[in-house]
């Protein structure tokens, strides 16, 4: 048990955003061993929803200049869901901040670097120069627990690349021109939920050292061991 755990842990706390990777491609069957294990995520009624196109070579170097060029063409983004809402609570929205600021920071932008920063946001629809993209989508009409759903399969995801020595990147910005992720990958009417750099970590870039600060346990949990009063 303690051994189990100590595993676990061990890769839960080793993911976070990886946005460089090592010019080498990630083998097909480790990405099939990966998704066939994450494909045990709990759904309703087991229907499993979710689907994702695996993107790699030629095709993912096609698909990341197609984005750009809606980017660099200024298409206002416009993905099949809204992300959050417009306004966070100021606790969560100091976290947002600090995270951004840091970023910035660790791939050596300014504040005031307006060309810098669009440059960054523009390296997102180059998924960060991984070798394989993945593309995560839903049904259609998919409702709001759909969307939990996927989110257990693609936490699944993450867990088992960096079990395997990969690193990913979890990525929204590509949501964001659903009709050209659509006509490329041959989607149909699907609805595109995100993205997934993945690859091998490049270690000497300092942006992949970057781990946002974590919350302590008794910010996120509160214990209820006592009933409530009656009347």
Not at 43 to 64: C, F, K
Not at 103 to 109: E, P, Y
Not at 136 to 141: C, G, I, K, V
Not at 143 to 160: K, P, S
Request: glycine share 10%; net charge neutral.
């Amino acid at each position: 048990m303690d051994r189990i755990w100590t595993q676990f842990a061990a890769i839960a706390t080793a993911r976070h955003c990886k946005r460089a990777f090592l010019d080498r491609p990630v083998p097909r069957e480790v990405l099939e061993q990966v998704l066939a294990v994450a494909g045990h995520a709990p759904s309703t009624r087991n229907a499993q929803p979710w689907r994702v196109a695996v993107v790699t070579g030629a095709a993912r170097d096609a698909l990341a200049c197609r984005l750009r060029a809606e980017f660099d063409r200024g298409a206002p983004p416009r993905p099949d869901y809204r992300n959050r809402p417009d306004t966070i609570d100021a606790v969560t929205g100091e976290r947002a901040r600090i995270a951004g600021t840091g970023l910035l920071r660790a791939l050596g932008i300014a504040r005031d670097d307006e060309a810098g920063r669009r440059e960054h946001l523009r390296a997102n629809l180059d998924f960060h120069g991984a070798p394989a993209a993945l593309i995560f989508h839903l049904p259609a009409d998919a409702a709001a627990g759909t969307f939990l759903e996927l989110g257990f399969f693609l936490q699944n995801t993450m867990l088992g690349l960096v079990a395997c020595g990969l690193g990913s990147c979890p990525q929204y910005s590509v949501a964001g021109y659903p009709d050209v992720l659509r006509g490329a990958l041959g989607l149909g009417d699907r609805l595109v939920a995100c993205g997934l750099a993945v690859g091998y970590p490049d270690p000497t870039a300092s942006v992949n050292g970057f781990a946002p600060e974590r919350a302590v346990l008794a910010e996120y949990v509160e214990w209820h061991d006592q009933p409530p009063p009656c009347g």
